[in-house]
């Protein structure tokens, strides 16, 4: 009983139901925006939808593991041609680091 009422405690319900809430959001930008195999129609002009494009990508990043921007450009062209833009919106967006020039890139846990 008392873990039914911390559950449903006011403070916690705002919280939960909008995880839930994003979650039917991002299921939805990326039914729009995928095709069948995987790939992107097209890359999102709207940042928050962007977004959720970005946090699927990244996906495909092991943590810990060092990319060179070749090893980069290959696994992101798996999803559309614009590599480039879609490397600057991960550095941009804070989903994966990169060396100096460009020559080492990694994913950073959110």
């Known amino acids: ?3 039914a009422q911390r559950l449903l405690a006011q403070d916690s319900l ?5 995880d839930v809430d994003l979650e039917a959001y991002d299921r939805k930008v990326l039914k729009n925006y995928m095709l069948p195999d995987g790939s ?6 709207q940042v928050k939808k962007m977004e959720v494009v970005l946090r699927y990508v990244v996906k495909e990043f092991q943590p810990g593991v060092r990319y ?10 798996r999803f559309n ?4 833009r879609i490397r600057r919106a991960l550095v941009d967006g804070g989903y ?7 020559g080492e890139y990694w994913r950073v846990e959110k």
């Open 14 to 18: 705002p919280a939960a139901a909008s």
């Open 68 to 77: 060179t921007e070749k090893q980069v450009n290959e696994i992101l062209g």
């Open 81 to 84: 041609e614009d590599t480039a």
């Open 1 to 3: 009983e008392g873990m």
């Open 96 to 102: 994966m680091q990169r060396q100096g020039g460009g």
């Open 40 to 45: 992107l129609k097209q890359l999102p002009s």
